[in-house]
């Protein structure tokens, strides 16, 4: 490695250490400009020119008359997690005004995705996401806020009987799914870098997160699940104020084992995530008692509060599951804070 003084795109002077063959074979001197990339990861790359960036990926789609939308749909998130960044979607004269629905539905469901042409017979989706501007970790944070606040007001919901905030946990489960697919795409794009030690390594965080945003994915799915229960235990008038406390209970505990298991992952804290592993049985012996007092219960009634009993349950776990997650990355980086 030798250091060369380099002008930096965008004005300011650095001193950068580049490889002697990549420096000569660029033909680049002293004072010339480079250009910087930042990936998902926050690892910077450097052309020795402007131009395009490495070239885009390209994924070709040819409609079919009987295709339904939810399966053109799912080919079009298929295609933007992983890591297509045009997509472009060919079709019968016929199937316009379909195809074309089906994309800006697409476009509408997930971060970064725009229709930049169309013509009679095709249209082409462009992503223009950044990924510096939203990292994986920031995903993730923002996830957890969300999921979060969806659990806090499904419960609120069936306690005030508020029909609109228990409506809001539903649209709000979109926003999780956009944030979970913009993980996903991110950790199949560092997949397409050419090898290298760091991508290696960015690539095995990206994939602790993408499993974490799955398990946030699902919490959020289960606060949904909560809030579907709404016209049935709505009718209910009259609930047990203990059950309804001991469904309380339940919730607090639920979301004290998501925030440590949050915590434990930001901070790479591996006591602080084995204490929410452990935590997890006091979480459960709290489901337990509550799913004896359901039991009690008959028809739509007991199905209803099954359900939530059940989804309460299941966050538990799965948020001793990204506490899991937690100590591997505390490992792969090598930051336990314990």
């Known amino acids: 490695m030798e250091g060369r003084k380099l002008q930096l795109a965008g004005g300011s002077t650095y001193l950068v250490s580049l490889p002697k063959r990549w420096v000569q074979t660029a033909g680049l001197k002293a004072g010339d400009t480079v250009f910087l990339d930042t990936a998902s990861d926050g690892s910077v790359s450097i052309r020795p020119h402007s131009g395009e960036r490495a070239d885009t990926r ?58 930049i042409e169309e013509n009679r017979n095709a ?51 979109q926003d999780v799914n956009r944030l979970y697919w913009m993980v996903a795409k991110q950790f199949h794009l560092l997949q397409t870098r050419p090898f290298d030690s760091s991508a290696n390594g960015a690539a095995n965080l990206v994939h602790g997160h993408r499993l974490i945003a799955k398990m946030l994915e699902r919490i959020g799915n289960h606060a949904e699940r909560i809030a579907g229960t709404f016209p049935t235990l709505a009718e209910e008038r009259s609930l047990d104020p203990k059950l309804v406390k001991e469904l309380d209970e339940a919730r607090a505990s639920a979301v004290a084992l998501l925030d440590k298991a949050f915590s434990a992952l930001a901070t790479r804290d591996i006591a602080a995530a084995n204490e929410t592993i452990d935590a997890r049985s006091e979480h459960q012996k709290l489901v337990d008692a509550l799913s004896h007092r359901v039991a009690t219960k008959r028809g739509e009634e007991l199905l209803a509060l099954a359900t939530v009993v059940d989804s309460l349950g299941r966050t538990g776990g799965y948020a001793a599951e990204i506490a899991e997650q937690a100590i591997d990355l505390a490992i792969l980086t090598d930051n336990d804070k314990s």
């Open 123 to 173: 249209l082409v989706i462009q992503d223009l996401s950044d990924a510096s501007d939203l990292s994986s970790e920031k995903c993730l944070r923002r996830m957890h806020l969300t999921v979060r606040a969806m659990l806090e007001d499904a419960m609120t919901a069936l306690r005030t009987s508020d029909e609109a905030l228990a409506r809001d946990v539903h649209v709000r489960g």
């Open 58 to 115: 390209r994924k070709i789609f040819q409609e079919r008359d009987d295709e339904s939308r939810d399966h053109l749909l799912r080919k079009l998130i298929g295609a933007y997690v992983s890591g297509f960044g045009l997509i472009e979607v060919r079709f019968p004269p016929d199937r316009g005004p379909f195809v074309r629905r089906v994309a800006r539905d697409f476009c509408r469901l997930v971060i970064g995705p725009e229709v």
